[in-house]
């Protein structure tokens, strides 16, 4: 059973800065792609990232949620974590922060939530004005 624990979380300012880690365990981290999504209350899971199995590959969402150029996915397959550094936190940036491991061997990576198969409990990310 793989098992995801997030940490980092926290309350910071606008324009202020946080880094979420994501520990996996239970199968080999460095053949799944991984990603973090968010979900501010009353709204559905929004994808936020993506990094391919390999790590050689990055995605963001790039659109009304953007978080290009401000947050930085990251994993380090000897440690079995991953990364995102959030720098100029908004605060429409406030929700709980999940992340999640695909469920193909060697998915390049996919921003849908039907392709990841096990999630983290979530990390509460506030953004104060």
Excluded: H
Excluded at 30 to 52: D, H, L, N, T
Excluded at 69 to 83: E, H, L, P, Q, V
Excluded at 94 to 113: E, G, N, P, Q
Aim: with cysteine; hydrophobic share 35%.
């Amino acid at each position: 059973q793989v098992q995801l624990v997030e940490s980092g979380g926290g309350l910071v300012q606008a324009g202020g800065s946080l880094r979420l880690s994501c520990a996996a365990s239970g199968r080999t981290f460095s053949s799944y792609a991984m990603a973090w999504f968010r979900q501010a209350p009353g709204k559905e899971r929004r994808f936020v990232s993506a990094i391919s199995w390999s790590g050689g590959s990055t995605y963001y969402v790039d659109y009304v949620d953007s978080v290009k150029g401000r947050f930085t996915i990251s994993r380090d397959n000897a440690k079995n974590t991953m990364y995102l550094q959030m720098n100029s936190l908004k605060p429409e940036d406030t929700a709980v922060y999940y992340c999640a491991a695909a469920k193909y061997f060697r998915l390049v990576a996919s921003m849908s939530t039907d392709d990841y198969e096990y999630w983290g409990q979530g990390t509460q990310v506030t953004v104060s004005s």
